[in-house]
C-alpha cells in the first residue's frame, strides 16, 4: 500500500466545518472597506525576487530566510510574496495608479515565508492589508487606526487588543539613531545571542524587537528612537497622539517597536493581544514614504497596515458562533417526487433567491432523511410528497424550537410556502 500524500508543514487545510468563520470575518472586512471608500485589488501570488530584496531589505529575516525562491525555466528568480505592501506598489508603479493621485486600496489572500510552524504563524498563511498613497500623515495614519478600531468592535474584540504606536523618524534621524544603537550594542557584543550579532552591523534595530529572554535587560537600557527624532516627526507624532485622543482611541508608545522590515519611516503602529501566546500581533503597520521611489516610481507619501486572518480566526474561535448550516432542506416521498424534486428545489430558488436550500439526494428512507435534516442544522425540513406534487403544495416543517409558533408543521401552496421561508429568513 502506498503511503499517503500529506498537505507540506505548515500549509493548513480550511474545512467546512471551520469555514463559516474565516467567511464571516472576510465579509466583515469587505463591509468596512466598502463604509471608508476604498477600493480592492488582486496581484499575483508570484513576484520577481529582486522586488523584495529591494524594498523589504537583504538584511531581513524574511529575505535571509524565510522566502520560498527559486528559478523559473527561463532561469529567472521567483519569490512567492511573503508580504503584500512591495506588490502593490509594483502593480500600483507598473498600472500608473500612483502619478498625481490618491489611492485608498485593499487586498486579501495568501502569503509565503519559511518559517517554523507554531500557533499563530505558518507557511502558508492569509493576509488582509491596507495601502493609502498621495496623503501625507497624520490624518490619513490616523484613519487606519480608527477604521482597525471599528473592526475591532464589529467583531467583538475590541477588549482584547491593545495599540501600541512609535514613531522611528525620518531615514536620515534613523540612519542616525542606527550608529547609535552600533555603538551601544558592541559594548555587550559578546552577550548579543547569535541573530543580534549578525544584525549588529547591518540592521541594528531589530536588536530591539529580539524576543529572546536573555536580550531584554541589555534591551531595555538601550538608547531611544524617540530621543533621536528629527523635528518634524516629533511634531506629526504629537499631532497624530492629539487626534486619537480626540477619537477616544486608547494607546501605549512603545519606544522599542520598530517593525521588521526596511522600508517603515515615521509612524509605524501595532495592534496585540495577550490572548495568543508568543504570536501577539494581530495588526501591524506605518508608513513608507520612500518605497515608491526606491521601487522606480515618482516620490510619493504612502501608509499602510496588515493583519493575518489565521490569528483574527483563532481569537474569534473563542469568543463567537457562526455556521454554515443550510436555511432549509428539501425532503422527497415518493418515486415521483424523487424524480422532480431537482425541478421543484430550483423552483423554490427562484422564489427564495436568499434562501440556502440543500437538495436531499441519493434516496433514503423519509425517518433517514429526518435525521439527516436534523443533523444538518438546518431551521427548515421541506416535504415534497406524490400527493403534494399533485396539489403543487409545500410542507413545511419547524426543525427548531425558536422557529416553531403556533404550528410545528403547515402545509401550504407553493407560493405561500415561499412566502412563510422568505419571511422567515
Known amino acids: 500500500m502506498q503511503n499517503k500524500i500529506q498537505s507540506i508543514r505548515g ?9 463559516a468563520l474565516w467567511q464571516y470575518l472576510e465579509n466583515t472586512l469587505r463591509e468596512t472597506m466598502t463604509q471608508y471608500g476604498y477600493d480592492e485589488i488582486r496581484f499575483p501570488i508570484v513576484e520577481k525576487t529582486a522586488l523584495f530584496k529591494r524594498s523589504i ?3 531581513t529575516d524574511i529575505v535571509e530566510k524565510e522566502m520560498y525562491t527559486f528559478n523559473d525555466r527561463n532561469g529567472d528568480s521567483l519569490t512567492l510574496r511573503p508580504e503584500g505592501t512591495a506588490v502593490c506598489v509594483r502593480s500600483g508603479i507598473q498600472q500608473g495608479l500612483l502619478v498625481n493621485q490618491q489611492q485608498r486600496l485593499w487586498y486579501l489572500g495568501p502569503m509565503f515565508r519559511h518559517e517554523r510552524p507554531q500557533k499563530g504563524r505558518y507557511r502558508q498563511f492569509h493576509q488582509f492589508g491596507v495601502e493609502v498613497f498621495g496623503l501625507s500623515g497624520p490624518d490619513i495614519d490616523v484613519e487606519l487606526i480608527v477604521m482597525t478600531s471599528r473592526l475591532w ?5 475590541a477588549d482584547d487588543v491593545v495599540l501600541e504606536i512609535n514613531s522611528l ?3 536620515e534621524a534613523r540612519d542616525n539613531y542606527k550608529q547609535v544603537l552600533v555603538d551601544y550594542f558592541s559594548q555587550y557584543e559578546a552577550s548579543l545571542d547569535e541573530d543580534s550579532q549578525r544584525r ?6 531589530r536588536i530591539l524587537d529580539s524576543k529572546n529572554p536573555s536580550m531584554q535587560e541589555i534591551n531595555s537600557n538601550a538608547p531611544q528612537l524617540i530621543d533621536y527624532l528629527d523635528d518634524e516627526s516629533k511634531h506629526e507624532f504629537k499631532q497624530l497622539c492629539q487626534i486619537l485622543d480626540l477619537a477616544k482611541i486608547p494607546y501605549k508608545i512603545n519606544p522599542r517597536l520598530v517593525r521588521g522590515l526596511d522600508y517603515y519611516n515615521k509612524l509605524v503602529f501595532e495592534w496585540v493581544t495577550t490572548q495568543l501566546g508568543a504570536q501577539g500581533t494581530v495588526c501591524a503597520g506605518g508608513r513608507y514614504d520612500t518605497l515608491v521611489k526606491q521601487l522606480g516610481g515618482k516620490e510619493t507619501p504612502a501608509v499602510g497596515f496588515a493583519m493575518g486572518l489565521e490569528r483574527l480566526v483563532a481569537l474569534l474561535a473563542e469568543r463567537k458562533e457562526v455556521s454554515n448550516n443550510p436555511d432549509a432542506v428539501l425532503l422527497l416521498m415518493g418515486e415521483r417526487a424523487q424524480s422532480q424534486g431537482l425541478v421543484v428545489a430550483e423552483t423554490i430558488r427562484d422564489y427564495c433567491p436568499d434562501l440556502s436550500l440543500q437538495l436531499f439526494c441519493g434516496g433514503a428512507s423519509f425517518k433517514s432523511q429526518m435525521k439527516r435534516a436534523d443533523k444538518s442544522g438546518a431551521k427548515f425540513a421541506i416535504i415534497l410528497a406524490d400527493n403534494e406534487l399533485d396539489s403543487n403544495q409545500l410542507t413545511i416543517k419547524f426543525l427548531r424550537a425558536e422557529d416553531v409558533t403556533e404550528e410545528q408543521q403547515k402545509t401550504l ?13
Not at 549588529?200 to 534595530?205: D, K, Q
Open 57 to 59: 531589505g537583504e538584511v
Open 169 to 171: 523618524g525620518s531615514l
Open 153 to 157: 468592535k464589529k467583531i467583538g474584540l
Open 11 to 19: 500549509m493548513n487545510d480550511i474545512l467546512p466545518s471551520e469555514i
Open 200 to 205: 549588529l552591523y547591518t540592521n541594528p534595530l
Open 413 to 425: 401552496p407553493m407560493s405561500d410556502a415561499c412566502d412563510l421561508l422568505n419571511k422567515s429568513l
